[in-house]
């Protein structure tokens, strides 16, 4: 069944039904009737049904060959999605995809993971829109984004997480190229500072108040923005210290002026980066195709953290100061 089906015949069958005649099929596919006959009869001995009428006007349907034909062209249909689709993947045609992005993920994670996808995929439209956490959910639901990328946290009814990986806080000072640049500095040095923090309408905000209150700060910022690059651009004309979230593997070191030393406290929460999807959307599959590019970005990040958790479990402690070799 699946030879005659995946055959000419498939083709041969719906012309039969569709034009009413052997003859007419034969015609309209350049081949002759013959051939048509011969295929026809073939598969009517292998189903052990007659699929057609024989009536002296033409050929009718059987109830047998009602249901194949209905099942080869719902396979036709298939078929031509699965085309479709294909030449998606290949790149053959153009297509567009929509992500919403939070600020925190716009500095280093979002160029990294979309970077080469661009390169590989030339030719699809990639189009992302920056806003809050709590906004990503919404645009996702609305099919405003295909998919998006959110710190909020879970349960985000409407939506699934298919990939998740956590961000952590480093501090953000104006380089000081007369003195070495710490490796970390304390939440109370840092709250003694003069700061320049996110306001409410950034997810790293939440944070930010919670390591202010583990140690009993009081928060006394000389600024508060939206926009974590003018945080960064006061930060580097020395008005103060910064905070900001960044992902295992991120490159730290970078010359803009600026140095991320990490926050010696511990018990500092991390933040969770999800990639959330509406479950109940059908997406394009361009959009799949990028999704799952994300997804491999997540999954390698976090096998990127285990292996570097593993290295600090294994490795052997210290010898005491003083101690004999």
Not at 157 to 175: D, M, N, Q
């Amino acid at each position: 069944m699946s030879r005659l089906l995946f055959s000419r015949f498939a083709l041969y069958l719906d012309e039969i039904a569709r034009l009413g005649s052997i003859r007419k099929a034969a015609e309209k596919l350049n081949v002759s009737a013959s051939a048509i006959d011969k295929q026809l009869v073939r598969a009517e001995e292998e189903l052990g049904v007659p699929l057609f009428e024989r009536l002296p006007r033409g050929m009718r349907l059987t109830s047998a060959g009602e249901i194949l034909i209905h099942g080869v062209r719902e396979w036709q249909k298939d078929l031509s999605r699965i085309r479709f689709e294909i030449e998606e993947l290949k790149g053959l045609r153009r297509g567009e995809v929509k992500i919403a992005v939070p600020q925190e993920t716009v500095a280093d994670f979002l160029p990294l993971a979309l970077a080469r996808f661009m390169q590989e995929h030339p030719r699809i439209r990639n189009k992302v829109t920056v806003v809050d956490s709590d906004r990503v959910r919404q645009m996702v639901i609305d099919g405003i984004a295909d998919f998006g990328l959110t710190f909020s946290p879970q349960p985000l009814p409407g939506v699934i997480a298919t990939r998740s990986t956590r961000f952590h806080l480093r501090a953000v000072l104006a380089a000081d190229g007369k003195l070495p640049a710490p490796d970390s500095i304390s939440l109370d040095e840092f709250f003694r500072s003069p700061t320049i923090i996110p306001d409410a309408s950034v997810h790293l905000r939440d944070t930010i108040d919670i390591a202010a209150a583990k140690i009993g700060a009081r928060l006394q910022p000389v600024l508060t923005t939206n926009s974590l690059e003018l945080m960064r651009s006061m930060v580097r004309e020395g008005s103060g210290y910064g905070l900001i979230a960044v992902f295992s593997g991120a490159p730290i070191k970078r010359d803009d002026g600026l140095i991320y030393p990490r926050l010696s406290d511990r018990g500092i929460p991390p933040l969770t980066l999800s990639l959330i999807v509406d479950p109940q959307r059908s997406l394009s599959m361009t959009s799949i195709v990028v999704r799952r590019h994300f997804e491999a970005y997540f999954d390698q990040l976090e096998a990127q953290a285990s292996a570097t958790q593993d290295l600090q479990v294994i490795a052997p402690a210290a010898p005491p100061a003083g101690s004999a070799s």
